[in-house]
């Protein structure tokens, strides 16, 4: 059976049609309604003029018709691009432009961050009431006949996801069918998700690691309770009252569950029916896997690590969370992690080497762009013909073969489940007429991966108040760009010949005005060397 | 307007940046005013400026999302206050 998102729904939806899939706040539905919703917003893309292999935007809220318009496309032989919420004007255009959008699908809430590009590319509302201005998705079905036509093969385009880059360019990772429906098997696989598992999805759709979880719910057949995260009461509630069996979260999310300001007491709530959580995008702090624990006696915690070129690298067995708390685990199934030196070869124990993964999650590469693809995507003589992640970061493998991170290959600044790029904050810094430079860095911060720090000179040689010059920031950056910690210089340093600024040391400088040691600011950890 | 209301939204306008008026009756979650960080920092806010201390029970979305429902939670709060003292 070739391997595909389509197919799984066409095979769960013949298999238990009146199973209910995804459950919101608003409706419900299931398996059988979702395949024939999902097959009658294809036909109306059709009919709108998608064709085959076209780039569609998604832009939405999360909602059943959110995940319609995903379905919808990859049906109608389309390829998604998701939208993050609230970008600048400047990324969504490179993201429209770049990907050569034939059309974005939006809803009400989001309309505002997109409806400035409606002569660049076709804008179509996928949620809400129809209006005289855009072709309406829920309306169309009504009066459209669910066909099939799905026919790409599995390694076809099937979705872009793009995410923040060094350059402060949002890159596009291209991601094939297959990569999508081997990313349900193995998550699935290893987490032990099955049929009559009760999702809570807080995560957004616009990442891969929220995606996954509609995907291993159609594979399952299981299903799927969404929820916005705002106050952990409400989602305690919707826990309790639904008898949720799973919850996939990351380190930001567990820190606003139990955030001690909201004096949330989880006792109240009967949460008996939990199996797992489990945890990507940052580690996970002692504090965290606790506060977890306590919450929920009887669900096992997943630690789980992963690289946006490879969706998913490694996970850590439950078992193994209070004797290595701060490894990454081991490979996920049908994948291999290796540790190379700059030979390519492989690392003896402890030795810190670059993390190279190989095997069924490695996507298909950087979207129209060669360059970067074949830095990161290459072969190795071991593996004749096969493209393997060659990511770039740090890592090193114990004598038990469990793996640890230690640093990352760019400077991206990993907040609150956010990439953010130090060039794009600094941009934006720079334009306060009082600043001269800004040199924006990761501070380590276990509550939300990294707190985004930034240190800055000013023409009048004074610091401006932090209050001030966060106002100013917030009307061009979105929330979790702006620095939570910032620090004014008189001078910065630069490097001896071309005047450029001496980063390093600029980061440096101020760890010591902080009072943080390196090891603090750094994302590494201690690591023994051989 | 009355006071409540309006020292309320001039906060969320100050920590969101958000330039036009503030509708009382509108979900400032659904309309992407408010986010799950700030709407927390506005519940903060609320305690400290009105001298009321919210259950973990009323730390809800639909006492907090809407400033008319916030208001009226406050003044609740008040009221209790009153008649225990």
């Known amino acids: ?530 | 307007m009355n006071n409540e209301l309006q020292l309320l939204s001039d906060y969320v306008r100050k920590e969101t940046s958000h330039s036009g008026e503030i509708d009382a009756d509108e979900d400032l979650l659904a309309s992407g005013i408010l986010d799950s960080f700030n709407i927390v920092s506005l519940a903060l806010f609320a305690q400290e400026q009105f001298g009321v201390e919210f259950e973990a029970e009323e730390l809800v979305r639909e006492n907090l999302a809407k400033l008319s429902n916030l208001v009226a939670l406050i003044r609740r709060k008040r009221a209790e206050g009153a008649s225990r003292s």
Not at chain 1, 144 to 152: E, K, L, M, S, V
Not at chain 1, 298 to 305: C, E
Not at chain 1, 513 to 523: C, D, K
Request: proline share 6%; with cysteine.
């Open chain 1, 1 to 530: 059976m070739p391997a595909s998102i389509p197919r799984y729904l066409t095979e769960t939806a013949q298999a238990m049609p009146d199973k209910v899939a995804i459950v919101s706040s608003a409706r419900s539905i299931t398996f059988g309604e979702l395949y024939n919703e999902a097959l009658a917003t294809a036909e109306c893309l059709r009919g709108l003029g998608i064709a085959p292999g076209d780039r569609v935007g998604v832009c939405m809220e999360k909602s059943i018709d959110q995940v319609l318009g995903l379905l919808g496309i990859l049906f109608a032989n389309g390829v998604v691009v998701p939208i993050l919420p609230r970008l600048k004007q400047p990324n969504v255009e490179h993201i429209v432009q770049n990907s050569g959008m034939s059309a974005m699908i939006t809803d009400a809430e989001r309309l505002g961050e997109v409806a400035g590009f409606a002569d660049v590319t076709r804008l179509i509302t996928g949620h809400g009431e129809i209006s005289n201005d855009w072709p309406n998705l829920p309306y169309l079905r009504r009066f459209t006949q669910p066909r099939p036509f799905f026919d790409r093969i599995c390694n076809d385009d099937a979705a872009i996801i793009y995410s923040s880059g060094s350059t402060g360019r949002p890159k596009g990772i291209l991601i094939a069918h297959r990569n999508l429906a081997e990313g349900a098997d193995i998550v699935s696989e290893y987490l032990g998700t099955r049929e009559d598992d009760r999702i809570a999805c807080v995560i957004s759709f616009n990442f891969d690691y929220g995606m996954n979880q509609i995907w291993q719910t159609i594979r399952k057949g299981c299903t799927l309770y969404l929820h916005e995260l705002a106050l952990p009461n409400d989602l305690f509630a919707m826990m309790s009252k639904e008898r949720i069996t799973a919850l996939p979260v990351m380190p930001v999310i567990i820190t606003k569950m139990f955030d001690r300001r909201l004096k949330v007491s989880t006792s109240a709530f009967d949460f008996s029916a939990m199996r797992y959580v489990c945890s990507t995008g940052g580690r996970l702090s002692a504090e965290m896997i606790a506060d977890l624990r306590g919450a929920f006696p009887t669900a096992r915690v997943f630690s789980m690590f992963g690289l946006t070129e490879a969706f998913r690298s490694t996970y850590l067995d439950p078992d193994k969370l209070d004797t290595h708390p701060t490894s990454v685990g081991k490979a996920i199934p049908d994948c291999q992690v290796m540790v190379l030196d700059e030979h390519g070869e492989e690392c003896a124990p402890n030795v810190v080497g670059e993390l190279v993964h190989r095997g069924a999650t490695v996507n298909k590469g950087y979207w129209r762009d060669p360059g970067n693809t074949a830095k990161v995507f290459r072969t190795h003589p071991r593996f004749p013909g096969e493209t393997l992640v060659f990511s770039g970061d740090k890592v090193y493998r114990d004598d038990e073969g469990y793996l640890y991170f230690v640093a990352r290959a760019d400077d991206m600044i990993k907040t609150k489940g956010f990439r953010v790029s130090p060039t794009e904050v600094e941009s934006e810094v720079v334009r306060h007429p009082d600043i001269i430079d800004a040199v924006a860095f990761a501070v380590m911060n276990i509550a939300v991966g990294e707190d985004v720090a930034c240190a800055y000179t000013t023409v009048s040689g004074k610091p401006l108040p932090e209050t001030v010059l966060r106002q100013f920031l917030k009307t061009s950056l979105p929330n979790h760009m702006v620095p939570a910690i910032l620090v004014h210089f008189d001078s910065f340093p630069i490097t001896g010949n071309a005047g450029k600024l001496d980063r390093s040391a600029i980061k440096q400088a101020a760890f010591e005005r902080l009072g943080i040691t390196a090891e603090a600011g750094a994302t590494s950890a201690p690591v023994a060397r051989s």
